[in-house]
């Protein structure tokens, strides 16, 4: 086709259209286009700009860990080298993970709470002689910029730190939208005064107008005047017959309405329902525990009572047996009166062990220092007990008996499996929680592998844990090895209830 046909033909096309969307296409279409240019423009930009702050902080936050970590490595601190790791990924938002790897490539901490994979230890290295290396790994979180940086010249190993770009594209998806919504605001403004400039010069489209108000609050019945036969009257002629088309669907759209009010009623009804379902459960599983625990200190309190004057009383009949009667008699009798003392003492140790009354009287530091004192003598391995920041104050009893049986539950699974010989047990307080560490030296175990596996040996405990843990809020984090020992972490909301006296 010839270029003077296409100038005729979009001439002709350009007249056949009415003035109202001659003015509101040229206003739209130019705000539209200066807003995509504009949003293009500004967004590529800081694209480039946050790209390249992204990476400055990588690499400055990787040389800050290896140069803090080389004295911590050397000297095989771990638990320091972990609080730093730990430290580095919770004050800088943009820090997925941090790694060191030692001389062999091994993994020697982490921040990622499990195994690393083989290939993200792959992904990236660097060599003595680097100051640091780069590499964009793209996974399900998004890109990451895995940045590797040598610890004292590679002879101590490797930091590895990545930096997630979640942060950079929420900030650009923010520019963007603003700068979008920015765009739709100037589109309706410049739509509103097209619309305005034409309802001044035509009548007829103001008629045209109030019609279609007319027959959106309702009344299909209204029909626009027919002025003539341009473009704003063949307008007119469309506007009646789609009002005469609106009223015969009208019944229609009111049964569709109807039925999705009632489907959203089904819905909000089955949703509230779930929802109560999950509040029953969680307070079922609450009045079991408690049940439980009453059910235990009913337990303690009778044999402490009942039982154990019982027992007193046979201990004082025997003796006055020993006293009366002949040799062979006081021999038996004084055989009985060791028994009846052994029972005592094993009746005893059974009320403790149900429900500790030091802490109902003293609170969760000394019911702890006892428990882990008793420990070690029945045990005869060496038990380290710490307590910082928490002395002298009470919290609400749920969570000092959550917490007392945590502890309880993993030494008793320390004794069983472990095989150490020493064990430290720490509760601090750490701002708004206070946290119980219980460690040990022991042969360790797969703590993926084991949760993971079919079988119910040696998970119950660990189910027990979690579930008394969730019950106060808290969390709890077991880290172990097979050969390395056992670390089990338990951090609660610390909500003081009260002074010991």
Avoid at 293 to 312: F, G, P
Avoid at 347 to 358: F, G, T
Avoid at 382 to 388: G, I, K, L, R, S
Wanted: aromatic share 4%; proline share 2%; hydrophobic share 45%.
């Amino acid at each position: 086709m010839k270029p003077s046909s296409i100038c005729r033909l979009s001439l002709t096309w350009a007249n056949s259209v009415s003035v109202r969307i001659k003015i509101m296409g040229i206003v739209l279409g130019t705000i539209l286009l200066l807003g995509a240019g504009m949003t293009w423009e500004v967004r590529e930009s800081m694209i480039d700009t946050l790209n390249g702050q992204l990476e400055k902080r990588g690499v400055s936050i990787a040389r800050d860990v290896s140069a803090r970590a080389t004295d911590l490595i050397l000297t095989n601190n771990l638990y320091a080298l972990y609080e730093l790791l730990r430290d580095t990924v919770e004050n800088n938002e943009d820090v997925r993970y941090v790694i060191v790897l030692d001389q062999n490539r091994n993994v020697v901490l982490n921040t990622l709470g499990q195994s690393v994979p083989q290939d993200l230890v792959a992904a990236n290295t660097a060599a003595p002689e680097d100051r640091y290396r780069m590499e964009i790994l793209d996974t399900e979180e998004g890109l990451i910029r895995d940045i590797a940086v040598p610890i004292f010249e590679g002879r101590a190993g490797i930091v590895r730190v990545g930096m997630s770009d979640a942060g950079m594209r929420h900030l650009v998806t923010v520019a963007t939208e603003r700068l979008l919504a920015a765009t739709a605001i100037a589109s309706l403004l410049g739509i509103l005064a097209a619309f305005l400039l034409t309802s001044i010069l035509t009548k007829p489209v103001r008629e045209l107008v109030e019609a279609t108000k007319a027959v959106a609050s309702g009344d299909l019945a209204r029909k626009a005047r027919i002025w003539a036969k341009d473009e704003i009257g063949q307008l007119g002629e469309a506007f009646n017959s789609m009002t005469t088309a609106l009223a015969t669907s009208k019944q229609e759209i009111e049964d569709f309405n109807r039925q999705l009010v009632r489907r959203n009623q089904e819905l909000s009804a089955l949703w509230a329902e779930l929802r109560e379902k999950e509040k029953l459960r969680s307070q079922l599983l609450v009045k079991v525990m408690s049940a439980q625990e009453d059910e235990r200190k009913r337990i303690a309190r009778e044999l402490h009572d009942e039982t154990s004057q019982s027992l007193t009383s046979l201990i004082v009949g025997l003796k006055v047996l020993e006293r009366c009667d002949p040799a062979e008699v006081s021999g038996v009798a004084a055989e009985l009166r060791a028994q009846a003392s052994k029972t005592l003492d094993a009746v005893h140790h059974l009320a403790l062990e149900l429900r500790p009354s030091v802490l109902d009287d003293l609170g969760l530091v000394a019911a702890l220092e006892r428990h882990a004192r008793e420990y070690a003598g029945r045990l005869g391995c060496e038990v380290d007990f710490q307590a910082t920041g928490i002395e002298g104050v009470r919290l609400p009893s749920q969570t000092e008996l959550a917490i007392y049986r945590i502890v309880q539950e993993a030494l008793t699974n320390t004794a069983k499996y472990a095989e150490a010989s020493a064990v430290s047990v720490t509760l601090e307080r750490r701002g708004a929680t206070v946290v119980a560490i219980i460690e040990d030296n022991g042969k360790g175990f797969d703590v993926k592998g084991l949760l993971e596996s079919r079988s119910t040996e040696g998970k119950l405990g660990l189910f027990g844990m979690q579930e008394r843990a969730a019950l106060i809020g808290g969390r709890l984090t077991i880290e172990s090895e097979p050969g390395t020992g056992t670390t089990v972490f338990v951090e609660a909301p610390l909500e003081l209830e009260r002074a010991i006296v």
